[in-house]
């Protein structure tokens, strides 16, 4: 069952889905220092993490359809988070990438066949970047 907040819902179901270049220009605002990484398909994440980042990945592959859904990964030191809108856990390159444990969360924000799992990260991306920790930012969608 969706559990994304009524009220998130219904701004954000007419909305086009986004693109990476969107993404990443909504995310270039913030200070680059205090975590924001990047935007990447899951065959083009960077040789190594930081030891602090927060990134958006789409599921899609370099040579796939142009992308399929949209995620985000957060590493703070040791500990690392994952957000799939579909309550999804990471794919096996993110886990390769971080080489460390990952906690992600099973709620369902998004139904099959909605296309605004791009303003869910984005939603979530915001909040960790102004302080709020992992589960603040995906406590502040329900």
């Not at 219904?10 to 969107?22: R, Y």
């Amino acid at each position: 069952m969706n559990k994304l907040n009524l009220k998130i819902k219904k701004t954000l179901i007419t909305k086009p889905a986004l693109s990476n270049l969107e993404i990443e220009q909504s995310l270039n605002s913030y200070d680059k220092n205090q975590y924001f990484r990047g935007v990447y398909l899951r065959d083009t994440l960077p040789e190594s993490p930081l030891k602090n980042e927060l990134g958006i990945l789409n599921l899609d592959q370099e040579h796939g359809f142009g992308g399929t859904h949209w995620t985000l990964y957060l590493k703070h030191g040791f500990k690392c988070f994952y957000f799939d809108s579909f309550g999804y856990g990471p794919p096996e390159e993110l886990l390769n990438y971080l080489k460390n444990d990952v906690i992600y969360s099973t709620f369902i924000f998004q139904d099959v066949g909605e296309k605004y799992c791009g303003y869910l990260c984005l939603l979530v991306a915001e909040k960790i970047l102004k302080g709020k920790t992992y589960a603040e930012a995906l406590l502040s969608l329900l």
